[in-house]
């Protein structure tokens, strides 16, 4: 099948519409699951820049999500006589900086280790920056952080919200597929499937690896600035989330590890299964979770990418 | 004066535990190169039984310690040759997502059979203790150190006199040689996963009596085994006792010199400075997984 650019942007371009319109026929029920869904699909495609192109899946993305959230409110609150229309870019471009700062601080040592010891020591960085934010006073951590309501007059915040994740979304999934099909990717990938022969092959690898694990981190913090927004009101407990932490892991496990549209198959899917179809059930939640883990990993380790391209070939 | 020596010997009483906490865990690591994260649940699973057992028969729960390792250890072999084989050959991310599957269930079955909350288990002698020197010690804290120290002695001539424990070490350290000399690598990998987790239910058992516990405190026993493992290094009993003391005193310090919020953190910068200057593990079981 040979691909028609120009049918493709078309579909992406309705799409887009169509999400975008979301809100107007949806009822706020699902738009409130719509939001949770975009929510995760940038998060999940950010945490795949890393996790599933360079093969680095980390288990502390949540960290990040706490940062970026933590200082937009704490800047913002410093600058709390502006006008509401400016403290969003105020507190995005806040959160983007100092998750920019500290991730390319940690890059140097934390990007020496592989595989599992990687993905542990980025959950003790989130447990640190929880700890951290929670028992240092300046953070407010425990006490809690408000953030002034953003959404204009007249517009339904969950709307105004959705709008704003799907735009992080899209974002996020602009700036994937651009690596996705840069040298840069290309290089991405090459450290995944054996990262010391791409070394030896002139693959710049540390350099990849620090810019890749940069630019998911930025993109997470811009995803937790507008949680942070949504929710109102933060504590450590509501960002810095071990569940975060795992299904970012789960969402590129269910879609397929590594392929540009995973952690958005995965996001939708599971955030439908969790809030749509068990949603009544919160004591199971746990339960589900993990049976779900243990099935995709004994039954369909390429996810849902991967079962259909097995029947593809098969066919 | 009389404040450090009380924290050095609660660090050390307390690291003893933490030791046998993570021998198993670190036993998994050396030999199927597979990081459990259900290790914490095994070891509640330990302290609940205890619980029961104790309150129906009316015995010391250290009395228990056998009949929980019997019980722990099939079900070990189990899980092993059932769920964890059939991910150990895969990307070692697989198998640690499995197990962490296999946690959350669990997590979730605990909170329905024993409710979401804080447990104990009260031995006779709970409030007893005695001093030595300017330097209180409390029964139950030491008989449980005794009981650590113990079980790692048994552990360790285990693998050291045992024709089981040669053939363990042998798998740990080629595998495929091993195989080449006759020996079936999958009964290994499932006889070594059952001793694990029978010790990690001894381990809770011996919790049990000096902590509180309840079925959200299986995340942090397990990333207190890791931490321990990577400090001492991997799959001796040896190296989980130096990293189980060195996170003790590192943690009961930083409690009291620094503030009760702060050992995780202390733990955490630890962790990461010895796995960037000295990743076998501080009694380096060197091993090429880290990097």
């Given at each position: 099948?040979?691909?028609?650019?120009?049918?493709?942007?078309?579909?992406?371009?309705?799409?887009?519409?169509?999400?975008?319109?979301?809100?107007?026929?949806?009822?706020?029920?699902?738009?409130?699951?719509?939001?949770?869904?975009?929510?995760?699909?940038?998060?999940?495609?950010?945490?795949?820049?890393?996790?599933?192109?360079?093969?680095y899946?980390?288990?502390?993305?949540?960290?990040?999500?706490?940062?970026?959230?933590f200082?937009?409110?704490?800047?913002?609150?410093?600058?709390?006589?502006?006008?509401p229309?400016?403290?969003?870019?105020?507190?995005?471009?806040?959160?983007?900086?100092?998750?920019?700062?500290?991730?390319?601080?940690?890059?140097?040592?934390?990007?020496?280790?592989?595989?599992?010891?990687?993905?542990?020591?980025?959950?003790?960085?989130?447990?640190?920056?929880?700890?951290?934010?929670?028992?240092?006073?300046?953070?407010?951590?425990?006490?809690?952080?408000?953030?002034?309501?953003?959404?204009?007059?007249?517009?339904?915040?969950?709307?105004?919200?959705?709008?704003?994740?799907?735009?992080?979304?899209?974002?996020?999934?602009?700036?994937?597929?651009?690596?996705?099909?840069?040298?840069?990717?290309?290089?991405?990938?090459?450290?995944?499937?054996?990262e010391?022969?791409?070394?030896?092959?002139?693959?710049?690898?540390?350099?990849?690896?620090?810019?890749?694990?940069?630019?998911?981190?930025?993109?997470?913090?811009?995803?937790?600035?507008?949680?942070?927004?949504?929710?109102?009101?933060?504590?450590?407990?509501?960002?810095?989330?071990?569940?975060?932490?795992?299904?970012?892991?789960?969402?590129?496990?269910?879609?397929?590890m590594?392929t540009?549209?995973?952690?958005?198959?995965?996001?939708?899917?599971?955030?439908?299964?969790?809030?749509?179809?068990?949603?009544?059930?919160?004591?199971?939640?746990?339960?589900?979770?993990?049976?779900?883990l243990?099935?995709?990993?004994?039954?369909?380790?390429?996810?849902?990418?991967?079962?259909?391209?097995?029947?593809?070939?098969?066919? | 004066?009389?404040?450090?020596?009380?924290?050095?010997?609660?660090?050390?009483?307390?690291?003893?535990?933490?030791?046998?906490?993570?021998?198993?865990?670190?036993?998994?690591?050396?030999?199927l190169?597979v990081?459990?994260?259900?290790?914490?649940i095994?070891?509640?699973?330990?302290?609940?039984?205890?619980?029961?057992?104790?309150?129906?028969?009316?015995?010391?729960?250290?009395?228990?310690?056998?009949?929980?390792?019997?019980?722990l250890?099939?079900?070990?072999?189990?899980?092993?040759?059932?769920?964890?084989?059939?991910?150990?050959?895969?990307?070692?991310?697989?198998?640690?997502?499995?197990?962490?599957?296999?946690?959350?269930?669990?997590?979730?079955?605990?909170?329905?059979?024993?409710?979401?909350?804080?447990?104990?288990?009260?031995?006779?002698?709970?409030?007893?203790?005695?001093?030595?020197?300017?330097?209180?010690?409390?029964?139950?804290?030491?008989?449980?150190?005794?009981?650590?120290?113990?079980?790692?002695?048994?552990?360790?001539?285990?693998?050291?006199?045992?024709?089981?424990?040669?053939?363990?070490?042998?798998?740990?350290?080629?595998?495929?040689?091993?195989?080449?000399?006759?020996?079936?690598?999958?009964h290994?990998?499932?006889?070594?996963?059952?001793?694990?987790?029978?010790?990690?239910?001894?381990a809770?058992?011996?919790?049990?009596?000096i902590?509180?516990?309840?079925?959200?405190?299986?995340?942090?026993?397990?990333?207190?085994?890791?931490?321990?493992?990577?400090?001492?290094?991997?799959?001796?009993?040896?190296?989980?006792?130096?990293?189980?003391?060195?996170?003790?005193?590192?943690?009961?310090?930083?409690?009291?010199?620094?503030?009760?919020?702060f050992?995780?953190?202390?733990m955490?910068?630890?962790?990461?400075?010895?796995l960037?200057?000295?990743?076998?593990?501080?009694?380096?079981?060197?091993?090429?997984?880290?990097?």
């Amino acid at each position: 099948m040979k691909r028609n650019p120009k049918l493709i942007a078309a579909v992406v371009a309705l799409a887009v519409v169509l999400l975008a319109a979301g809100p107007t026929f949806l009822p706020p029920f699902y738009v409130r699951v719509g939001q949770l869904m975009l929510y995760s699909a940038g998060l999940g495609l950010a945490w795949a820049i890393l996790g599933g192109f360079a093969g680095y899946a980390s288990f502390g993305h949540s960290a990040f999500i706490g940062i970026g959230a933590f200082t937009a409110g704490l800047v913002e609150s410093q600058y709390s006589t502006l006008p509401p229309p400016l403290l969003l870019p105020l507190g995005l471009a806040a959160g983007a900086l100092s998750c920019a700062i500290l991730s390319a601080v940690i890059a140097y040592p934390i990007l020496r280790l592989r595989g599992t010891f990687f993905a542990i020591a980025m959950l003790g960085v989130s447990h640190v920056g929880a700890e951290v934010t929670n028992n240092i006073d300046f953070f407010q951590g425990a006490m809690g952080l408000n953030f002034p309501p953003l959404a204009p007059a007249g517009m339904d915040p969950a709307s105004f919200f959705y709008e704003l994740f799907l735009a992080g979304a899209l974002l996020t999934l602009l700036i994937s597929w651009l690596i996705r099909r840069s040298r840069f990717g290309a290089g991405l990938l090459s450290i995944r499937e054996d990262e010391d022969t791409a070394r030896m092959l002139g693959v710049p690898t540390e350099r990849y690896k620090r810019v890749a694990f940069v630019v998911s981190a930025v993109l997470t913090g811009l995803m937790g600035v507008i949680y942070a927004h949504s929710l109102g009101y933060i504590t450590t407990d509501s960002v810095y989330r071990d569940d975060t932490n795992l299904s970012l892991i789960v969402y590129s496990l269910l879609g397929g590890m590594g392929t540009l549209f995973g952690p958005v198959i995965g996001a939708g899917l599971l955030v439908f299964i969790t809030q749509v179809i068990l949603g009544r059930l919160l004591d199971f939640h746990l339960f589900a979770t993990g049976l779900l883990l243990v099935l995709l990993i004994l039954m369909a380790p390429g996810g849902v990418n991967g079962l259909l391209n097995r029947k593809r070939r098969s066919a | 004066m009389d404040l450090i020596a009380q924290t050095l010997a609660d660090g050390l009483v307390l690291g003893g535990i933490y030791a046998l906490a993570a021998v198993g865990f670190s036993l998994i690591f050396g030999v199927l190169h597979v990081i459990n994260l259900s290790h914490g649940i095994l070891v509640l699973l330990g302290a609940y039984l205890a619980l029961i057992l104790s309150d129906a028969l009316h015995i010391d729960p250290l009395l228990c310690i056998p009949p929980v390792m019997v019980a722990l250890f099939c079900i070990g072999y189990v899980y092993q040759r059932l769920l964890i084989q059939r991910a150990v050959d895969r990307a070692s991310v697989n198998s640690m997502l499995l197990t962490f599957g296999v946690a959350l269930m669990l997590q979730n079955v605990m909170i329905w059979l024993f409710s979401p909350d804080m447990k104990n288990i009260t031995p006779s002698y709970a409030f007893n203790s005695f001093k030595i020197g300017p330097v209180n010690f409390d029964a139950v804290r030491v008989s449980a150190l005794i009981a650590s120290l113990i079980l790692l002695s048994v552990l360790a001539a285990f693998l050291r006199y045992s024709s089981m424990g040669r053939v363990i070490r042998a798998t740990a350290q080629q595998t495929m040689a091993a195989r080449l000399c006759g020996v079936n690598v999958r009964h290994v990998y499932a006889l070594t996963f059952a001793v694990s987790a029978a010790f990690a239910g001894a381990a809770g058992i011996v919790i049990g009596i000096i902590l509180p516990f309840s079925p959200n405190d299986e995340g942090t026993w397990t990333l207190n085994a890791f931490v321990v493992v990577v400090l001492g290094g991997v799959g001796s009993p040896a190296g989980a006792l130096i990293g189980g003391l060195l996170l003790g005193l590192v943690s009961t310090l930083t409690a009291q010199y620094i503030g009760p919020a702060f050992p995780n953190v202390t733990m955490f910068l630890l962790l990461v400075l010895l796995l960037l200057v000295r990743p076998q593990g501080l009694l380096g079981n060197a091993f090429s997984a880290s990097r």
